[in-house]
């Protein structure tokens, strides 16, 4: 019924930049807070940053000062700017939507990949 789709993911040089985004579609009523996973090869899923209906946010220290999360309420659109890449932040980005009926639901990820 609501389905994640990310996009954005690409092969980037170390001090790059790239803009994620995930839409979210199908029958939503209301998200409370929609946020960004990664997860690299042999590492858990990590929380990257995260946004609540209402503008607040909250940031992995790693990507803190270097990366961005916003959102479009009205389009169910949460975007994450990743400035200053670094080979360390290359992994699959995971996209995560809390609806106001405590349903979840996750993307199926977009692959970034950052050289040295």
């Known amino acids: 019924q609501v389905q994640l789709v990310e996009s954005g993911g690409d092969l980037v040089q170390a001090g790059g930049s790239l803009r994620l985004s995930c839409a979210a579609s199908?029958?939503?009523?209301?998200?409370?807070?929609m946020s960004w996973y990664r997860q690299a090869p042999g590492k858990q899923r990590e929380l990257v940053a995260a946004?609540?209906?209402?503008?607040?946010?909250n940031y992995a220290d790693s990507v803190k000062g270097r990366f961005t999360i916003s959102r479009d309420n009205a389009k169910n659109t949460v975007y994450l700017q990743m400035n200053s890449l670094k080979p360390e932040d290359t992994a699959v980005y995971y996209c995560?939507?809390?609806?106001?009926?405590?349903?979840?639901?996750w993307g199926r990820g977009t692959q970034v990949t950052v050289s040295s």
């Open positions: 995560y939507a809390l609806l106001s009926t405590s349903n979840s639901y």
């Open positions: 199908g029958r939503i009523f209301s998200i409370t807070a």
């Open positions: 946004i609540t209906s209402g503008g607040s946010t």
